[in-house]
Every structure is written in C-alpha cells, then in structure tokens.
C-alpha cells in the first residue's frame, strides 16, 4: 500500500499577523484553481433571545454591497470568471469560502476582504434577505426533520443560546433592522480570531502576502469577544416534546444529551463509539437494529457535534407515525448495550478503519483540506493531528469506547423530541 502524506507542520505554512489574523497556506498544484476558506468569531452566540437569527441574517447580507461596489457588480466580476465566494454563519463563527482559478486569486481576496470589512448592507437588500428568511422558515415549519430538530434543541437547552434557532424565528427576523445588523458586525467582525486558509496552485509565500495585502492593515479596536458558552446539564430524567403535523405521513425523531467538547480529552473515543453506534456501514448499531432488522425506520443513525461548547450527541430516525414508540426503544436499547457490553475487537477494528481510510478522501480536493485545515487551527488540535491521527485512532481499546458510552450517554437522562402526526402509541 503506497504510503499517505498527510499535511503536517512542514507543508502547511502558518501565519499569524500583528492584527490577530491567522493565514494557514497550503500548496496543491494538482489543478489550476484556489480554495480559500475561514471564519470570523461572530456567531449566535452573540445575540439576544429577542433577535434570534441576527448572526445569520447579517452573514447573509455580507455580499450584498459592499461601500465600494453594489451587489450586481460584485457578481457580475464573479461570474465573468466563473469564481465563486460565499458567507454563512453558525454558533460560536460566521465563515466565508471562495473558489475559482489561481489567475483570479486577486479578485476573491478583494471580493472576500470588501465584504467582511465594509459591507453597506443597503435596505433593499436587506428587505430582500428578510423575504428569503422568512420563506425558509415558513418551508422549516412544514418540514418534520427540522422541526424535530428545532422542537430538540428547544427542550435539551433550556435558557441557554442553544436552544435557540441560529436561523431565528419568524418574529425575531421581523423585527431585527438595518442599524441593528450593522452594529453587530461592527462589535464581532474583525481580525482578532480570525482564520483564513488558502489552498491551491500557488507557493505558500505567495498566498501569505496576497492575503497581508488585503487583510493585514485591517483593525477594530472595537471587536468584542463572543460571550463565554455556559454549561448545559443533561436531563434528570427522560424528557419529551411532540410538535403536532397532522398532515404529514412521516414522523422524525431526535433523542440525545449534552455531548463532550471537542477539546475534552476523551473526545476521540466518544467519536470512535458513535462511528460504532451509529455512523459506520449502514449508520452503525442504531441503523442495522432500527432501519434493517426492525424494519421501523426509513432511516436512522447518530451524530456527535464536537464544538467549543455542550453541543450535542444524539440519535434521529424517520419512521412512519405506528412505529415512533417501537424505534425509540431500539435505540434506546442500543445505547445500553454499548454502555453494557465491550465492542468486539472485530467490530472496533472495522470502524477504526473506517475513520482511518475517511482521512485521505476527505483531503483528494482543495475544498476538502481547506475545510480540515481550518478545523486544525480552529480546535487547536496541531498541524501534525492528521499525521498522528492513524495512530491515535488504533489506540482505542473496547474498554476506552465503553468508557466513553457510559461518560457520555445514558438511556434514561434524555431529551426526546418528535415532529409528525400524533400516533396511538
């Protein structure tokens, strides 16, 4: 088997400039087109209950116009060279992308550097973005998966910033307004935090001091930092929500609890258990019991969310209404017996391979190790984590992933939700 070069301290070129930003470049010279991505330190968390969604309202209006160019002129340079660039924004970051030939590098950068430091946010677009919001949520509303999602978080995290929709609510999209987005991009948008790497045909030297050209003299003196992400106690017991559709024939279900930090040292086990539990093959434990000896689900499998903060690990599942009673007990029983019984080496092995051989696929385009290389330096996780990760994966024990199951999950302390039709049982 040849052997896999994975990007490590010697191949990635790190940065970081006086004003905080932090420039990771790599080299791949496999085609002729550059990848940038990054983040910024302005997510949800920084909003009110009472305008819920502000984050994301205001990403989304950051390629809108800029005090340099109108939205028309920016995508009319975008697409006479078919290069692309993109915002969006989550809890704890609002990220940005760019894509398109290394020849046009200089016109992403610019694109990408005008829109985060001097957006406009003209009112048209602004009530434009609103109408497209407001469309999304009314779609939410009919959708069972996201409201299972929705009516979850709601009833996991109580009083805390996750219950609340990073997307907002009808209401609160309604009232937020111009000077209000503006405001908060002038408190969360700036360099301090901020990441932005930059993958493609070109020398790494190169990529530095294009990106220092656009980003390097920017400051904001006033940039706050997001404020610290509270604990969230799991459930005392098993606690359940149902949002009524009356007219749908499928429900969704969502059952979980507070899952481990990312930085939690334990973290890669209790990966390695959920890829056994309900990731690996056809979704782990959970899919091969519920969806295909049961028969009680069109699917089903588990998710573990590790962040800066208590998000989430959970289990979903679609079944029709008869049977959301019966799928909730499988998995239910999946998890004790995972919290029960050691993993057979066999059955370890292959979800280590799995995680293992995962790695170099998710690296074969520029988007790919742009996104890993990000993550990296953004979880604070080493240059060389992907090196030693093989390794650090092969050294999981079945007692280590048991640990973890009975650390981390429990059958009885859960939140459960359920969108769809109510059912008989």
Do not use: C
């Not at 609340?164 to 209000?180: F, H, K, L, V």
């Not at 800066?308 to 679609?318: D, E, L, S, V, Y």
């Not at 370890?348 to 696929?361: E, H, M």
Request: proline share 6%; no cysteine.
């Amino acid at each position: 088997m040849a052997q896999i070069h994975y990007p490590g301290p010697e191949t990635i070129q790190r940065v970081v400039l006086p004003n905080g930003l932090t420039i990771l470049a790599y080299e791949n010279f496999a085609s002729e087109s550059i990848v940038i991505e990054g983040l910024v330190r302005a997510g949800a968390q920084g909003e009110s209950a009472d305008r819920a969604g502000l984050a994301s309202f205001t990403a989304a209006l950051l390629d809108r116009g800029t005090t340099r160019r109108s939205f028309a002129e920016i995508y009319e340079a975008l697409e006479s060279v078919g290069a692309d660039i993109s915002f969006s924004s989550g809890r704890h970051t609002s990220d940005f992308g760019a894509a398109g030939l290394v020849e046009d590098a200089d016109l992403m950068l610019a694109l990408l550097a005008e829109s985060l430091r001097e957006p406009d946010f003209p009112a048209q677009q602004v009530e434009q973005v609103r109408g497209q919001i407001l469309t999304s949520l009314v779609i939410r509303a009919n959708d069972t998966g996201r409201m299972a999602r929705l009516a979850f978080h709601e009833l996991l995290y109580p009083d805390h910033p996750y219950g609340r929709s990073a997307t907002g609510y009808q209401e609160t999209i309604q009232a937020i307004n111009r000077d209000e987005i503006a405001q908060f991009h002038r408190d969360y948008f700036g360099p301090q935090g901020m990441i932005l790497t930059i993958v493609g045909a070109m020398k790494a030297e190169e990529a530095v001091a294009k990106v220092t050209a656009v980003f390097g003299d920017w400051q904001n003196p006033q940039q706050k930092s997001l404020p610290a992400i509270p604990a969230a106690p799991r459930p005392s017991s098993l606690i359940r929500a149902h949002i009524p559709m009356p007219d749908k024939v499928q429900a969704d279900i969502l059952l979980g609890l507070p899952g481990p930090l990312r930085a939690a040292p334990d973290y890669l086990d209790a990966s390695l258990m959920n890829t056994v539990l309900g990731v690996f093959g056809m979704m782990g434990r959970i899919g091969q019991s519920v969806r295909e000896e049961q028969g009680l689900a069109y699917y089903a499998y588990s998710q573990l969310q590790g962040s800066q903060g208590p998000m989430p690990w959970f289990a979903g599942a679609g079944v029709a209404p008869e049977h959301v009673a019966q799928a909730i007990t499988a998995i239910r029983a999946e998890i004790g017996r995972i919290q029960d019984e050691k993993v057979p080496a066999d059955e370890l092995a292959d979800s280590q391979a799995f995680r293992i051989g995962s790695i170099p696929v998710s690296l074969e385009t520029n988007s790919g190790l742009a996104s890993v290389i990000t993550d990296l330096e953004m979880h604070g996780l080493g240059l060389d984590y992907l090196q030693r990760f093989p390794d650090l994966v092969r050294a999981i024990t079945p007692e280590r992933v048991q640990a973890a199951a009975q650390k981390y999950l429990s059958t009885e302390q859960l939140a459960v939700a359920v969108a769809g039709p109510e059912s008989s049982d």
